[in-house]
């Protein structure tokens, strides 16, 4: 098997020997299809990219050519008259079909991940790993090539995380001078990252340097004002601060990136750093960091209510500007507690203004995931952001209300429409973070609406976007549109940190596929999901007794992206148990959503709700 290098030249080894790659299409080529991590690329589409657009002619004959000579290239041992292995054909283009770990790129992120799970030690060695793969710039032979430039964007953006990290964590591990060693090249090479800038002053004030530490904040603030015109963030003027007066705190191992609102309690200007809070925690959620976020945003919540001031606590709750786009809560408990400060904020006797207003009540209709029963609190968070004129507000008051369009099935348009004007607001609030979350409702609800090219072009914005701005759970969702509706590769694997989508989905998604295809059903890790599928299993499995005492006491779905098509495995199982009951209950759920897909979340396709909703017509006057 071949192992690809992209991550400086491209190069490609089998057994250790460096294989001829001498002509530039057939490096490009090969760049191209690892870009695409496995998922196909058409043969048109493939000539597109090589010749920008304007392929010539022959442009078909020459790319099978080209094709040919790689698969003798890479798999130099196979048998003449034998089909090729790793660079495949799928439909009428191509894939490479190559383990995780043979490609530098896909190593390199994997190990990203797992070091954000891991201890300080384990995720130094990682993180070290991962960036010895590095041996120049991603693709850097086609760094100006278009569809080089959003991949390589990403995994310069995630190279520069992981720099960061690994600093972080010998930070942890008590090595503040090899920390400094790596975090100097890195602010100079990319001078506009606050949080290298911080990492490096806190690694040479634990060196015994405090000169060169204010000196290095110093330069962060030059560089920021002549890079992008802006001020030092709350978080470098408070590490300055704290250097200034050699601050105890400042020689605490590193338990996480948020060490001032951790340690909120023990220092001066509490308020301001809580204030400061929330756009720190938001931009670690958006980032990805979700664990740390949430467990963060709960401890501001609670020291902020232990001030005594419930403005500040008002502002606290309501201030974390951070979308959803998945209608399951990742952690109900803390979801809870938000929503239960939001209240008590807005029961109390204080004065608020429209806009803490606004926020509260989209704060609670965003934590009230998958219930539909807030709408009326998004709906007058709209009407005050509306009022206010603030397109910042209307833009969590908008993602609020998607998370409570809900109600009933059948309120696709509704929430393709709500994806329009969150877009068109991020644009005047000049947010690309909401922007991708409109984009990503709407791919959901084309979906759901069967019209599935509109909804690729979403997906592929939204990817772009991700890129450029580093939003790599965006991605998340578009891997699983790709695969689910258009046949790219593997299924995706459950991403770490979600457990809100990730349990149970990969389960779900491959039995409704069977059940759409008309396949064998397999059984699997159905998590929040086994309730309304155990049922048909139980019944293909013989058990009809207990299928039909399991279908009885199944309650009705939660009122979330999965609506649709919870309520179609309930009416396949009703038919064919015969239940009058259950297809009464699922005839009258699904009939809203005649004409649409059981498909809205963009990851579950059930199929065509029509054909269910036939299915409970004939099989009730079947009863009758």
Same mark, same amino acid.
């Given at each position: 098997?071949?192992?690809?290098?992209?991550?400086?030249?491209?190069?490609?080894?089998?057994?250790?020997?460096?294989?001829?790659?001498?002509?530039?299409?057939?490096?490009?080529?090969?760049?191209?299809?690892?870009? #695409?991590?496995?998922?196909?690329?058409?043969?048109?589409? #493939?000539?597109?990219?090589?010749?920008?657009?304007?392929?010539?002619?022959?442009?078909?004959?020459?790319?099978?050519?080209?094709?040919?000579?790689?698969?003798?290239?890479?798999? $130099?041992?196979?048998? =003449?008259?034998?089909?090729?292995?790793?660079?495949?054909?799928?439909?009428?283009?191509?894939?490479?079909?190559?383990?995780?770990?043979?490609?530098?790129?896909?190593?390199?992120?994997?190990?990203?991940?797992?070091?954000?799970? /891991?201890?300080?030690?384990?995720?130094?060695?990682?993180?070290?790993?991962?960036?010895?793969?590095?041996?120049?710039?991603?693709?850097?032979?086609?760094?100006?090539?278009?569809?080089?430039?959003?991949?390589?964007?990403?995994?310069?953006?995630?190279?520069?995380?992981?720099?960061?990290?690994?600093?972080?964590?010998?930070?942890?591990?008590? %090595?503040?001078?090899?920390?400094? @060693?790596?975090?100097?090249?890195?602010?100079?090479?990319?001078?506009?990252?606050?949080?290298?800038?911080?990492?490096?002053?806190?690694?040479?004030?634990?060196?015994?340097?405090? @000169?060169?530490?204010?000196?290095? !904040?110093?330069?962060?603030?030059?560089? #920021?004002?002549?890079?992008?015109?802006?001020?030092?963030? =709350?978080?470098?003027?408070?590490?300055?601060?704290?250097?200034?007066?050699?601050?105890?705190?400042?020689?605490?191992?590193?338990?996480?990136?948020?060490?001032?609102?951790?340690?909120?309690?023990?220092?001066?200007?509490?308020?301001?750093?809580?204030?400061?809070?929330?756009?720190?925690?938001?931009?670690?959620?958006?980032?990805?960091?979700?664990?740390?976020?949430?467990?963060?945003?709960?401890?501001?919540?609670?020291?902020?209510?232990? *001030?005594?001031?419930?403005?500040?606590?008002?502002?606290?709750?309501?201030?974390?500007?951070? =979308?959803?786009?998945?209608?399951?809560?990742?952690?109900?408990?803390?979801?809870?507690?938000?929503?239960?400060?939001?209240?008590?904020? !807005? /029961?109390?006797?204080?004065?608020?203004?429209?806009?803490?207003?606004?926020? #509260?009540?989209?704060?609670?209709?965003?934590?009230?995931?998958?219930?539909?029963?807030?709408?009326?609190?998004?709906?007058?968070?709209?009407?005050?952001?509306?009022?206010?004129?603030?397109?910042?507000?209307?833009?969590?008051?908008?993602?609020?209300?998607?998370?409570?369009?809900?109600?009933?099935?059948?309120?696709?348009?509704?929430?393709?429409?709500?994806?329009?004007?969150?877009?068109?607001?991020?644009?005047?609030?000049?947010?690309?973070?909401?922007?991708?979350?409109?984009?990503?409702?709407?791919?959901?609800?084309?979906?759901?609406?069967?019209?599935?090219?509109?909804?690729?072009?979403?997906?592929?914005?939204?990817?772009?976007?991700?890129?450029?701005?580093?939003?790599?759970?965006?991605?998340?969702?578009?891997?699983?549109?790709?695969?689910?509706?258009?046949?790219?590769?593997?299924? =995706?694997?459950? $991403?770490?940190?979600?457990?809100?989508?990730?349990?149970?989905?990969?389960? *779900?998604?491959?039995?409704?596929?069977?059940?759409?295809?008309?396949?064998?059903?397999?059984?699997?890790?159905?998590?929040?999901?086994?309730?309304?599928?155990?049922?048909?299993?139980?019944?293909?499995?013989?058990?009809?007794?207990?299928? /039909?005492?399991?279908?009885?006491?199944?309650?009705?779905?939660?009122?979330?992206?999965?609506?649709?098509?919870?309520?179609?495995?309930?009416?396949?199982?009703?038919?064919?148990?015969?239940?009058?009951?259950?297809?009464?209950?699922?005839?009258?759920?699904?009939?809203?959503?005649?004409?649409?897909?059981?498909?809205?979340?963009?990851?579950?396709?059930?199929?065509?709700?029509?054909?269910?909703?036939?299915?409970? %017509?004939? @099989?009730?006057?079947?009863?009758?």
């Amino acid at each position: 098997m071949p192992q690809i290098r992209v991550l400086g030249p491209i190069m490609a080894m089998v057994d250790g020997a460096q294989l001829e790659l001498s002509k530039r299409r057939h490096r490009e080529i090969i760049a191209i299809l690892v870009a #695409l991590r496995g998922r196909a690329i058409s043969t048109a589409s #493939l000539a597109e990219e090589l010749w920008d657009g304007m392929p010539p002619a022959a442009a078909v004959g020459a790319i099978r050519t080209f094709v040919g000579e790689l698969r003798r290239i890479l798999e $130099p041992h196979r048998k =003449p008259r034998t089909p090729p292995s790793v660079l495949v054909t799928v439909g009428d283009g191509y894939a490479l079909r190559l383990h995780a770990d043979a490609v530098d790129a896909w190593r390199f992120e994997t190990a990203v991940a797992l070091a954000g799970k /891991a201890a300080p030690i384990d995720a130094e060695s990682r993180l070290s790993t991962a960036l010895a793969e590095w041996s120049g710039n991603a693709y850097q032979e086609f760094a100006d090539r278009p569809w080089a430039i959003p991949e390589a964007t990403r995994l310069s953006g995630l190279r520069q995380t992981a720099v960061e990290r690994c600093a972080e964590a010998r930070l942890a591990n008590g %090595r503040p001078t090899d920390a400094a @060693a790596i975090l100097e090249t890195h602010v100079a090479a990319n001078p506009w990252r606050e949080e290298g800038w911080r990492l490096l002053a806190l690694a040479l004030y634990r060196s015994h340097r405090q @000169a060169d530490a204010l000196a290095a !904040l110093r330069r962060a603030r030059r560089q #920021l004002s002549k890079e992008l015109g802006l001020d030092p963030s =709350p978080v470098l003027i408070d590490l300055e601060t704290q250097i200034l007066r050699r601050d105890r705190q400042l020689n605490r191992p590193e338990g996480d990136s948020l060490t001032p609102i951790a340690n909120a309690y023990s220092s001066s200007g509490i308020r301001a750093r809580l204030e400061a809070s929330n756009a720190v925690l938001g931009s670690l959620a958006v980032a990805g960091d979700l664990q740390t976020s949430r467990h963060q945003r709960i401890a501001a919540i609670e020291a902020a209510a232990d *001030l005594n001031d419930p403005q500040l606590a008002a502002r606290i709750i309501g201030g974390y500007d951070v =979308p959803g786009i998945w209608t399951r809560a990742d952690d109900p408990a803390a979801a809870a507690a938000v929503i239960a400060a939001a209240e008590n904020a !807005l /029961a109390s006797t204080i004065h608020l203004s429209d806009r803490i207003r606004a926020r #509260l009540l989209g704060t609670i209709a965003m934590e009230s995931r998958g219930t539909g029963s807030r709408q009326s609190e998004a709906a007058e968070s709209v009407a005050l952001a509306r009022k206010l004129g603030d397109s910042h507000v209307l833009c969590f008051a908008l993602s609020s209300s998607f998370m409570q369009g809900f109600a009933r099935a059948g309120l696709a348009e509704h929430r393709l429409d709500l994806g329009r004007q969150l877009i068109t607001t991020a644009f005047d609030a000049d947010s690309p973070t909401f922007e991708i979350n409109g984009r990503l409702m709407r791919m959901q609800a084309l979906c759901a609406m069967s019209d599935i090219e509109s909804a690729a072009l979403e997906a592929t914005a939204v990817d772009q976007l991700a890129a450029r701005h580093e939003r790599p759970l965006a991605t998340v969702f578009t891997q699983w549109f790709r695969w689910t509706f258009l046949g790219a590769g593997t299924a =995706p694997p459950a $991403p770490e940190g979600m457990p809100g989508f990730s349990e149970g989905i990969v389960a *779900l998604a491959s039995f409704t596929r069977q059940l759409r295809d008309g396949d064998e059903l397999t059984d699997g890790n159905f998590g929040p999901y086994e309730p309304w599928v155990r049922p048909l299993l139980l019944l293909r499995s013989g058990e009809a007794a207990n299928a /039909a005492a399991a279908l009885r006491q199944v309650p009705d779905p939660p009122r979330d992206l999965l609506l649709e098509a919870t309520w179609c495995i309930l009416a396949k199982t009703a038919c064919e148990l015969r239940e009058p009951s259950m297809i009464s209950r699922a005839l009258t759920a699904l009939a809203p959503a005649s004409g649409e897909r059981a498909a809205g979340s963009g990851v579950v396709d059930a199929g065509d709700v029509g054909h269910y909703l036939g299915m409970l %017509r004939a @099989a009730g006057a079947g009863l009758g």
